[in-house]
C-alpha cells in the first residue's frame, strides 16, 4: 500500500489545521471566513451521518418491532457507519488510522447495498423461489468474500489531498471486479424499486415511491462513480460521496413514510391500524381498568368515547357488576352482558395481560364480542326443533293446540308479531287463498276478517300470486310493496312481511306469513331457510291431520252402516247373529262329515 501526499513540497498548499479566519478592511468592514476543505469535508460526511441516526431512532421509537423493521434499520446502520468513518478516514493523521477507517468505512457500505434490497424484496412479490433465496442470501455471501478480499488486498493507495485523505483502485483486478459487482447490485436494486412503485395499490404511495425512485436514479449513479468509477478506472481521487449522495433518498423515503405511510412500519403503524381496522371492539385498561385506549369499534359499540371510565360500569357478569379480581387473570371467552348503544347485549369476553419482566402487569387487553345473533341463531334452530316435536308427536285431539304451540314457538323465535297459515283454493277458475290458523301477540288478529278470506290472487295481491306461484318468498318492508298489496298489509297494521310457498307434490298449496308489526326489518337468509321449512312442515302436518279425520270419519260411517244391516236383517227374521265360537264348531263338524263320507247330513250357514 502506498501514501503519497501531493503538496509535501511546498508548505504553503498544506491544508491548515483549524479554523482560521482573516478580515479585510475597506471603506465597508467585509469578513472573509476560511475553512479547512478537508474538515469541511468530514463534517459533511458526520452530518449525513447523523441525519441518518436521526432517522433510525426515530423508527425505532415510532415503529413496533419487527422483521420489516429489522431489516431496514440494518441498510441505515450500514450507511450511518460508512459515512462515518469516510468521515473520519478524511482527516486521519497516519497512514494506520486512514486504512482502518477505509476498510470500515468501505464494508459497511459495501454491506448496504445487499442489506437493502433484501428490504426492498419485502415489498416485492417473486415467484421463483431460486430468485428469491439468492436476492436474501446470495449477494450477501459474494459480498463477504469480495469485501474480505478487498480490504485485504494491496489494490488500495490513499493519497492527501486539499480535501483529505482519498484512495484510489488504480490497476487492481480484484476492485475491478467489485465494481462490475456492485453495478449488479445497483441494476437489482433499481429494478426491485420500480417493481414495488408498479405494484403499489395505493396512489398516494405509488406517488412517493416514484419521487424516491427518481431520487435514487439521479444519486446512485453519482455516488457510484465517485465510489468506484473515478478510483478503479482512472488516476483521479475524488470523495467517496455515495452515503452523503443517499441522504436526500432516505430524508424522503421516511417523510413519505411518516406521512403517506409508504411502507406501513411507522406511526400510526402496523398495530396501530391493525388495532383500529378491527371490527371487533378492542380496548386497552390499566392496571385499575379504566379504559386507556379504545378503537373505532369500540365507540361504535357502546356509543361514546368510554376513554378514562372504568370497565366495570359497563359490563355485568350473572347480572352484577363484577368485582376488581374479575381481571387478575387470562382468560379466552367469558359470557358477560354489555351495556350498549343499543342496549344491554350479550357478549363474548377475552382478556389478556401483558406483564412486565417483573410479572407486573404493565396492561390489559379486552376483545368484546357480540353475540346476540348467534345466540339467536342458535335460539331459531332449537325452536326449530321444539315446533317440529310438537306437530310430529300429536294426536287428533291434541293437533290444534299442538299446531298452535309450533306457531307460537316460531313466532317467538323470529320476534314477529303474527304467523297465520293460508290454504288455496279455486273460484270459478281463478286462484284464491284464505287463511287456515293464526297465532298473534302484540297485535290484532286478523283470522275470519275479510282480509283473510276468500282472498283473490289476481285481483287483491297479484304480486303476491306472481312471486308465490314461482316458489319465491316474499321477503319486503310493506312500504316497498306493489300498491294492493301495500293497502291490504296496512290495513292490519303490518309493517315487515316474510311470505313462505308451500308447494306439495308439485301443487302451489298455499303460503305461511310472519308479520312483523313494531319495526321494519329484512328476514336474513338463514331465516329464511328455516322458516321455508317449519312452513312446509306446518302444511304437511294440517294435510296429514285431515287425512287422519277423513280416514276416522270413513270407518265410523261403515261402522254405523254395518250395525244398520245388522238390524235391518234381524227385523225380517232371516238373521242370526254368531259368534266365532260357533263357526268353529260348524266347520269342524263338516270336516268329520265329509271324513265318514257324508253321514250326517247337511248344514247350511247364513249370514
Known amino acids: 500500500m502506498l501514501y503519497y501526499n501531493k503538496y509535501a513540497e511546498s508548505d504553503s498548499r498544506m491544508p491548515e489545521c483549524g479554523f482560521p479566519y482573516r478580515i479585510k478592511e475597506g471603506a465597508m468592514t467585509s469578513m472573509f471566513v476560511s475553512i479547512n476543505p478537508a474538515y469541511a469535508m468530514a463534517i459533511l460526511f458526520f452530518l449525513a451521518s447523523v441525519g441518518c441516526v436521526s432517522i433510525s431512532v426515530a423508527t425505532i421509537i415510532s415503529d413496533t418491532k419487527s422483521k420489516l423493521r429489522q431489516e431496514y434499520l440494518t441498510a441505515f446502520t450500514c450507511v450511518v457507519l460508512s459515512s462515518l468513518f469516510y468521515g473520519l478516514m478524511t482527516i486521519a493523521e497516519s497512514e494506520t488510522l486512514t486504512r482502518i477507517f477505509w476498510a470500515v468505512g468501505f464494508t459497511s457500505y459495501f454491506f448496504f447495498l445487499p442489506t437493502w434490497l433484501r428490504f426492498a424484496s419485502n415489498m416485492i412479490t417473486i415467484n421463483n423461489k431460486i430468485i428469491k433465496h439468492f436476492v436474501r442470501w446470495g449477494f450477501i455471501a459474494i459480498t463477504i468474500i469480495i469485501s474480505a478480499l478487498c480490504v485485504f488486498s494491496d489494490g488500495v493507495t490513499f493519497v492527501s489531498t486539499r480535501f483529505g485523505n482519498q484512495f484510489s483502485y488504480k490497476n487492481s483486478l480484484i476492485f475491478e471486479i467489485l465494481s462490475v459487482f456492485v453495478f449488479i447490485l445497483c441494476v437489482a436494486v433499481f429494478t426491485a424499486h420500480i417493481r414495488w412503485w408498479r405494484q403499489s395499490a395505493m396512489k398516494r404511495q405509488r406517488r412517493q415511491q416514484l419521487l424516491f425512485v427518481i431520487l435514487t436514479f439521479i444519486f446512485t449513479p453519482l455516488g457510484f462513480t465517485t465510489d468506484f468509477v473515478i478510483p478503479v478506472f482512472t488516476d483521479m481521487t475524488v470523495p467517496p460521496l455515495m452515503s452523503v449522495l443517499l441522504y436526500p433518498a432516505a430524508l424522503q423515503l421516511f417523510i413519505s413514510m411518516r406521512k403517506d405511510k409508504t411502507l406501513n412500519i411507522t406511526v400510526p403503524n402496523v398495530a396501530g391500524y391493525i388495532f383500529q381496522s378491527v371490527t371487533t371492539p378492542t380496548f386497552v385498561l390499566d392496571y385499575k381498568n379504566n379504559i386507556s385506549l379504545v378503537n373505532k369499534a369500540t365507540l361504535n359499540f357502546f356509543g361514546e368515547n368510554v376513554a378514562g371510565k372504568n370497565l366495570i360500569n359497563y359490563i355485568f357478569v350473572d347480572g352484577k357488576t363484577p368485582g376488581q379480581s374479575f381481571f387478575t387473570e387470562n382468560f379466552k371467552s367469558k359470557s358477560v352482558t354489555a351495556q ?156 315487515s312481511i316474510l311470505a313462505v310457498p308451500v308447494f306439495i307434490n308439485g301443487q302451489f298449496w298455499g303460503f305461511v306469513g310472519f308479520d312483523d308489526c313494531r319495526g321494519e326489518r329484512l328476514f336474513s337468509d338463514e331465516e329464511e331457510t328455516v322458516l321455508r321449512s317449519m312452513s312446509l312442515l306446518f302444511a304437511n302436518a294440517w294435510l296429514r291431520n285431515e287425512m287422519v279425520i277423513e280416514i276416522r270419519d270413513t270407518s265410523v260411517r261403515l261402522e254405523s252402516a254395518l250395525v244398520q244391516a245388522e238390524a235391518a236383517s234381524k227385523a225380517k227374521g232371516g238373521y242370526e247373529p254368531r259368534n266365532a265360537d260357533a263357526d268353529e264348531r260348524d266347520y269342524r263338524h263338516d270336516c268329520n262329515r265329509k271324513k265318514s263320507g257324508g253321514r250326517g247330513g247337511n248344514k247350511t250357514i247364513s249370514v
Open 340 to 495: 350498549t348503544v343499543s342496549g344491554v347485549r350479550p357478549c363474548d369476553m377475552m382478556l389478556t395481560l401483558e406483564r412486565d419482566r417483573f410479572d407486573e402487569v404493565l396492561c390489559k387487553v379486552v376483545v368484546l364480542m357480540d353475540v346476540t345473533e348467534l345466540k339467536y341463531r342458535e335460539n331459531l334452530h332449537r325452536s326449530a326443533n321444539r315446533a317440529a316435536s310438537f306437530l310430529l308427536n300429536s294426536e287428533i285431539e291434541s293437533f290444534q293446540s299442538n299446531l298452535f304451540q309450533a306457531m307460537e314457538t316460531m313466532g317467538r323465535a323470529t320476534q314477529v308479531d303474527r304467523v297465520y297459515i293460508w290454504k288455496n283454493h279455486t273460484v270459478d277458475g281463478e286462484l284464491y287463498c284464505t287463511q287456515l290458523y293464526e297465532w298473534s301477540e302484540g297485535a290484532e288478529p286478523q283470522q275470519g276478517n275479510e282480509y283473510t278470506v276468500d282472498v283473490s290472487y289476481g285481483e287483491t295481491v297479484p304480486y303476491w300470486g306472481e312471486m308465490l306461484s314461482q316458489d319465491k318468498c316474499v321477503n319486503s318492508l310493506v312500504r316497498d310493496l306493489p300498491r294492493g298489496e301495500r293497502e291490504h298489509l296496512e290495513a292490519q297494521g303490518v309493517v
